[in-house]
């Protein structure tokens, strides 16, 4: 599980900051995002955050689900 989170977490960082070019540039001529690209940078990290948050939470609740059936 942790390890397809973090293929998830890669990908996404993949996308913002390599096809979407997401993230102040190193190089010159120093290019800032546009408040757009901040937005929608913004967007995909909370959402990344959020999808973390719901599978351990989901993960959590099969585990306790899963001990509550053993101890029946």
Do not use: H
């Amino acid at each position: 599980m942790a390890a397809v989170l973090s293929l998830l977490s890669f990908g996404t960082l993949w996308l913002e900051y390599g096809l979407l070019n997401f993230g102040d540039s190193d190089l010159p001529p120093y290019r800032l995002d546009t408040l757009s690209q901040k937005a929608v940078w913004f967007a995909f990290t909370i959402g990344a955050g959020l999808g973390w948050l719901f599978t351990v939470a989901y993960v959590i609740a099969m585990l306790f689900r899963g001990f509550r059936r053993r101890m029946a």
